[in-house]
């Protein structure tokens, strides 16, 4: 008889119920699925009605019961939250067993010591499914693009708000209903503001700069804006004007004096930014994320596919499982993969400064509709150093005038500055918007 492996499965939401249909259901797959057995599943309330069929002998509410059972080889924590997670995590691995887990936000915040506790015990935690949902990425990034220099990676990783976006920008479709539609899906967040506020792509962005630069900033440093008060006229005006709004989320190498092999400067953000209609990344919509990495000597690559959803981010777990699944029925012996991100901490990384970093900016300004406002902008703008590369005036009414601005790259600190003076001119109502743009 083939020998099993034991699963144990905290959560059995969207993405837990897309590893249970799976592993219910080899016919067809790699055969090592046909040897995984699922022995436990934690959920939060046992009565509910399941879309998988589970023996509910194998069900509790106590994940601690999963982790405690000594028939089980491999956690699977598709739970979500942060303490709880984390508390979960450690234990697994105390325990010795190995954890793969689709929670970037347990990663984002304790990554490092969840990977110096599997580094001790000898086990794995594998995150596949925390980026990109069913986008192989963090293999890529971790083995096959290992020889590179990277000096960019940017990405498309939250399929809700570009689900959101999408439409918006296709059908002038309203926010709270896109919002709900992407909630039925299954793509948001238990509390969908990580989603819209930029939290979930920023957990992602700091993920996957750790492991294409080999460290960790500090995750609550990075400069982090969503899409919640982003207004359709400005997914409009972006389309008059030759660009697609996506949330984008960067990480980038800043050469600076004292970046350096075990020191090294970062620009990460995450911002609604206007992209050129013909960037790549501007015809990636629905669900769907990108991801592009600039490195030497590889130059640029791009990953694309369903970025959440059940079936998407299961297949990423499930992809995890089998790798552990394989090295176990193998006889580990002497074989290890590298547990997490132990081997990407390698190096101090830390946050560049506002003056250190040059982008594109689009700007709209509410203004009275009087001679000389466009001039005065004009001019603080100039005083600054921040070059203009278009500036349109739209929708003048007895209300005012919207002028949206469009500048070349510039320094964020100067930027910053030039528009706390112009929005103290009379003729100034309102900074109504201030997105990136490519
Ligand atoms: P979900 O649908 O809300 O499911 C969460 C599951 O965890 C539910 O089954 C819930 O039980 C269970 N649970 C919550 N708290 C618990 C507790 N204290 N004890 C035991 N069980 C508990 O969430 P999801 O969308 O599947 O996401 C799960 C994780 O995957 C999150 O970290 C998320 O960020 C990540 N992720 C999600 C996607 C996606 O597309 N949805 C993609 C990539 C990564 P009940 O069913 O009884 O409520
Ligand atoms: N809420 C996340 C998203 C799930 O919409 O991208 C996938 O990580």
């Known amino acids: 008889m083939k020998r099993k492996i034991g699963i144990g499965l905290i959560g059995l939401g969207t993405v837990g119920t897309g590893v249970a249909k799976i592993i219910s259901s080899p016919n067809g797959r790699n055969p090592l699925v046909s040897q995984l057995e699922l022995k436990r599943v934690a959920v939060r309330d046992i009565q509910k009605t399941r879309a998988v069929d589970i023996d509910s002998s194998i069900i509790t509410n106590d994940p601690l019961e999963v982790v405690n059972d000594p028939s089980i080889q491999v956690v699977v924590e598709v739970m979500g939250g942060i303490e709880l997670a984390r508390k979960i995590i450690l234990k697994s691995i105390e325990s010795g067993k190995s954890v793969v887990t689709a929670n970037k936000a347990v990663i984002a915040r304790h990554g490092n010591e969840i990977a110096n506790a599997a580094h001790s015990a000898g086990v794995y935690v594998l995150i596949e499914a925390a980026v990109g949902g069913g986008i192989p990425i963090i293999e890529p990034l971790k083995q096959s693009l290992g020889g590179n220099r990277i000096k960019k990676v940017t990405g498309i990783i939250n399929g809700t708000t570009n689900y959101i976006l999408s439409r918006m920008s296709k059908e002038n479709a309203d926010y709270k209903e896109l919002l709900k539609e992407a909630q039925q899906l299954g793509y948001a967040e238990s509390d969908p503001s990580a989603d819209v506020d930029g939290v979930d792509a920023a957990d992602k962005i700091a993920i996957l700069s750790s492991l294409a630069f080999g460290g960790t900033v500090e995750r609550e440093l990075i400069p982090t804006k969503g899409i919640s008060n982003l207004q359709n006229r400005d997914v409009e005006y972006a389309k008059k004007l030759g660009y697609e709004v996506k949330l984008l989320a960067l990480a980038e190498s800043i050469s600076k004096k004292n970046s350096s092999e075990k020191s090294l400067a970062l620009s990460l953000r995450v911002q609604p930014t206007l992209l050129p209609t013909d960037h790549p990344l501007a ?56 547990p997490l991100l132990s081997a990407s901490s390698w190096r101090e990384c830390f946050l560049a400064e506002p003056k250190e970093i040059m982008q594109k900016n689009y700007i709209r300004l509410i203004t009275k509709d009087t001679p000389g406002v466009i001039g005065q902008i004009g001019k603080i703008f100039g005083d600054h150093q921040v070059s203009i590369e278009s500036i349109v005036q739209f929708d003048a009414s007895d209300a005012g005038a919207e002028i949206v601005v469009i500048t070349h790259k510039v320094n964020q600190e100067e930027m910053s500055e030039a528009l706390l003076s112009i929005t103290k001119l009379p003729e100034v109502q309102d900074l109504a918007a201030h997105l990136g743009c490519l």
């Not at 694309?304 to 297949?315: E, H, L, R």
């Not at 995890?320 to 029925?329: C, H, T």
């Open 283 to 338: 015809g990636v919509n629905g669900v769907n994320n990108a991801i592009v990495i600039e490195g030497d000597p590889i130059g640029e690559v791009m990953f694309y596919g369903p970025g959440a959803g059940a079936g998407p981010t299961a297949s990423a777990v499930v992809a995890d499982i089998l790798n552990i699944a394989g090295v176990k029925l193998m006889g580990e012996g002497n074989i290890h993969l590298d």
